[in-house]
């Protein structure tokens, strides 16, 4: 399907275990982003990446790894788990150039028990 | 400290009336996005504002953008219950912060 896609919808994990949350897209856009949202706090970016290969640090980062060896995959990494990482993770994207208008994919809901 | 706020954090309204949402940001931008997000679904783009004095309208609502004081508008004519929701600014400097949202309910 085109357009911005999330995987798992859900997941539930226990401390300590590493999770990965996938995302894809299929417009080619340079940038993808990762977002937490909470309660209370809106949306905060954890990473962002402007190209194949090229990340960097969000407001967020810490207790999060990310990889982009394609352009169309962006996948977030919780390499060990904590409860404090329970939350609603969002991954958008937007072209290179033009008005910075990210596009959100559906959103992973991740229970860290 | 680099602060998007906005205002007021809740608001429940009559259908028909009007009202304004409040956007401040604490750092030179020209660029300020407002997303919409319905309850357990992503969030959706409303408008983009990407230079002072820009304003953009679509049907109830219209957005506008004052650089120079840091802040965008978010107005509201004649609410319906669709426009029940949960509002958020943005502000890219560089990288994109969120307001902490705006949750709108509309009463008939």
């Known amino acids: 399907d085109a357009g911005i896609t999330q995987s798992p919808r859900y997941k539930i994990t226990e401390t300590g275990r590493q999770v990965t949350l996938m995302c894809h897209q299929t417009w080619s856009h340079s940038y993808m982003f990762w977002y937490r949202q909470d309660l209370g706090h809106g949306l905060r970016l954890i990473y962002y990446s402007a190209a194949a290969d090229i990340t960097d640090k969000g407001e967020v980062p810490d207790g999060y790894v990310v990889s982009r060896s394609k352009t169309e995959n962006f996948p977030l990494t919780l390499e060990s788990a904590t409860r404090s990482q329970t939350s609603v993770y969002f991954c958008?994207?937007?072209?290179?150039?033009?008005?910075?208008?990210?596009?959100f994919g559906p959103g992973t809901r991740l229970t860290v028990l | 400290e680099l602060k998007v706020e906005q205002n007021p954090l809740f608001l429940s309204m009559q259908e028909g009336k009007n009202y304004t949402i409040y956007c401040n940001y604490s750092?030179?931008?020209?660029?300020l996005y407002w997303y919409r997000q319905d309850p357990g679904k992503s969030l959706e783009s409303l408008f983009v504002?990407?230079?002072?004095?820009a304003v953009k309208q679509e049907g109830r609502l219209m957005a506008s953008l004052d650089t120079k004081a840091r802040l965008s508008t978010l107005h509201i004519t004649a609410a319906v219950h669709d426009l029940s929701a949960t509002y958020f600014c943005?502000?890219?400097?560089?990288?994109?912060?969120f307001g902490a949202g705006t949750r709108l309910t509309v009463k008939p």
């Open positions: 958008a994207s937007t072209p290179t150039s033009g008005s910075n208008e990210q596009f």
């Open positions: 750092t030179t931008s020209d660029r």
């Open positions: 504002l990407l230079s002072n004095g």
């Open positions: 943005a502000v890219d400097i560089p990288d994109m912060r």
